[in-house]
């Protein structure tokens, strides 16, 4: 009941909250101009959208952490307040870096100060990766004094991946509440039984499903830099925390991951910076193929959902394969992409 009361309250306030971050990008004037590129829409949206969930999702993991303290509802050996806190406080280092990009539009070298100083806040609260799932066999693989910046290097790359796959109209929003949703259900299941980090996982994955129809295609309001900074951010800790499986997280997120690689790949060799935006990602290739961004983004969501899914219920053996297919489903649909775009003549719908 708990779960349900979570996951219901944060959505209820995640959508009323877009409302008035909607009225304040307006007032401000901070909107997102379409400029072509990536930037595919007609019209100025109103950005700040993380504002909201921000500031919902830090007030309702403090209510949570007076539940706790109040011994309302029990407690989790595996995870106490100081790494909540910590995470927290990456959420407020966050909103302030979102807020002053989609008002001033700073500098990649400058942006990445903010990630990094909320990806330091996690790890130096306690919250590190001790061990990885051997998927040859036998007995897990302990990191030791490595985990701590193998914490902080997985923060970064789901982080930024997220962001860089922040493309279409609602994809990161339903991405965020399919990701965090797997990671619920696996934090109730016996072997791997947190309901710490499932109440956590339902209040994110609330906040962007309440945020969604404010997102969907014709989007009212755009995430902007803190609502797919947050997005990411709060998604690898969700998977790393208190133990919980790496593996499974990474299956959830491994179209947006695997996509990402290819990108950066792409940029690398083409001379241009990594952290810099453009239209080599999947979703635009589809796009370009002739799919609309409403096919594009279920077919997405379906694929991102059905592999979290099967992750679930698969051994390390398993998802190993899982992680191949992903990666050739990937690559699979680029090539369709491509090929279908050069007859259509690159049109865009």
């Not at 399919?178 to 906040?207: D, H, K, R």
């Not at 991102?304 to 998802?319: F, H, I, M, N």
């Not at 369709?336 to 690159?346: F, L, M, Q, T, V």
Request: with cysteine.
């Amino acid at each position: 009941m708990i779960t349900l009361a979570l996951f219901g309250l944060s959505a209820l306030a995640s959508f009323v909250a877009a409302f008035a971050s909607r009225a304040l990008a307006l007032r401000l004037r901070v909107l997102d101009e379409p400029k072509g590129g990536r930037k595919i829409h007609r019209e100025p949206i109103p950005l700040l959208g993380g504002v909201g969930i921000g500031v919902v999702l830090v007030a309702c993991f403090g209510f949570l952490l007076w539940l706790l303290a109040n011994a309302l509802i029990d407690p989790d050996r595996h995870v106490g307040a100081l790494p909540i806190l910590g995470f927290l406080n990456g959420i407020v280092i966050l909103l302030i870096g979102g807020i002053l990009d989609d008002r001033y539009d700073l500098r990649p070298r400058v942006q990445i100060v903010f990630p990094v100083l909320a990806a330091i806040s996690v790890v130096m609260s306690g919250t590190t990766i001790g061990e990885v799932t051997n998927w040859a066999g036998g007995a897990p693989i302990s990191l030791g004094r490595f985990g701590m910046p193998f914490a902080f290097a997985w923060i970064m790359v789901v982080t930024y991946a997220i962001k860089f796959f922040d493309g279409l109209d609602g994809l990161v929003s339903g991405q965020v509440v399919i990701g965090a949703t797997l990671i619920a259900l696996l934090s109730l299941t016996t072997p791997y039984y947190q309901p710490i980090v499932a109440f956590m996982a339902v209040i994110v994955a609330g906040l962007y499903l309440g945020f969604l129809p404010h997102n969907f295609h014709p989007a009212k309001q755009f995430l902007g830099e803190s609502g797919s900074l947050i997005a990411g951010f709060s998604l690898a800790f969700l998977s790393i925390v208190g133990g919980a499986k790496l593996a499974t997280g990474l299956m959830a997120l491994g179209f947006p991951l695997v996509d990402a690689v290819f990108v950066v790949i792409g940029r690398l060799s083409r001379g241009a910076s990594p952290f810099k935006g453009d239209d080599t990602h999947l979703h635009f290739k589809l796009l370009r193929a002739g799919l609309s961004q409403r096919q594009v983004v279920f077919l997405i969501w379906g694929l991102s959902g059905a592999t979290g899914a099967a992750a679930l219920g698969l051994q390390s053996v398993g998802k190993a394969a899982l992680l191949v297919w992903i990666v050739l489903a990937v690559l699979g649909l680029s090539a369709w992409a491509g090929w279908k775009s050069k007859r259509n003549g690159h049109a865009i719908v």
